[in-house]
C-alpha cells in the first residue's frame, strides 16, 4: 500500500521502512483485517522519537508545552505574568523551556525546537511580527529569544496555530473555519493549510464589523467582532475568569449573566452567519469562550439557523475538541510536521 502511494518500488520501500524502523522512528502496531491475501503490517510512528516545545505568550500569562509527535502533551506549565518588553522577562520565558526539558530530561539529539504563538500578525516566513497591540512585541523579539535558545525558533500567529492544532484533531482534513474566541477575537482559515493571505491576515475576524458606528474595539475602529465577542466581555463579570463566568451563571442562574450571554450570542450568531456564507464549510468556535460553550450549542445553534438562508439546520457550528492550550501546541506542531514529512 506504501509502495503503491508513494509510487516507488516494494524492495525501496522495504529498505527505506527498515531504515526508519532501526532508526527507532517507527513500529509495528499490529496488523489489518485481512481483505484476502496475507494481513498487511500496520505501522506507526514512535510518540516520543522527536519532542517540541510550543510557547503560548500573552498579555496575562504564558503556557510551556511538551509535546511528542503524536501531539501527546508530555508536560505543560502556565505562569500568569503580564507581558513586559524587557530583557528579564524573555529570560524567563527562555528559563521556562529549560525547565521543562530539564524536568523531562529530554534528550537534546530527539528535541525538535521552540514554536511561540502570539496574538499578532506574524510573518511566519521571516519570524516577523506586526500589528500586536493586544501587547507590545518589539520587532527584535524573535532575535532575542533565538539569542536564549540554542534550538530553532520559530513565530506563530496564536489563533492561526490553535486552527491547526483544532484541524489535526478533528482527524479529517477537510476545509473549516476556526473561531478563536478569547481575550481578543482571532481566528483562522484551514484548507488543508493554514490560509495566511497576501499579508499574513488571513483570518483576522475580530476586526469585521459586526455593527455599524458600535463599540470601540482596541483597533481604533467601531464596531468589530471584538468588540462584542472577546472573553472578557463575559469574563469581565467575574473577574477576568471565564470558566467562572460560566460556572455562576449555570449554578446560580444569575439573570444579569444569562443577559449578558443571550447579548453575546446574538452577536455571535452574526460572524457565524457571515463565515458560513463566505467560506462554505465547518465554522468551530474555540478560545477560552468556545471551550466554554458545550451546555450551550444546541441553543446557539438556533439562534443562527434563523440567520441561515439556504439550509434548515446549524449543524456547521461546532466546538473545538482540542480544548488544552491549542497555541502552544500550534506552535509546536510545526515541529513536529516538518520532521513527520522530512521522515
Ligand atoms: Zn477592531
Known sequence: MVAAD???SLPTVTQNLNYLRECGLIFNAGEFESTGGRKANMLSIVPEARLAVGMDVTQTHVSVVLTDLKLNILDS???HVLFRDADDYY?????HVRMILEKNEVDPEKFLGVGISLPAIVNERENTSSYSKVIDIPDDFYVQMQKKL???VRLF???NAAGWTELQARGKLQPMVYLSLS???GGAVL???VYTGRNWRGGEFGHMTIVPNGKECYCGRRGCLNAYCSARVLSDYTDGDIRQFFYEMKATGNRGYRRAFEDYMQYLALAVNNLRMCFDCDVVLGGMVGACME???EEFKKIVKKLTPFENSAEYVKICSFRTEPSAVGAALYFVDDFVRQM
Open 191 to 193: 484548507m488543508n493549510r
Open 183 to 185: 481575550n481578543s477575537v
Open 150 to 152: 540554542p534550538y530553532p
Open 157 to 159: 500567529n496564536d489563533a
Open 295 to 297: 451546555d450551550y450549542i
Open 77 to 79: 506549565v502556565k505562569t
Open 6 to 8: 508513494l509510487g516507488i
Open 91 to 95: 529570560e524567563m520565558l527562555a528559563n
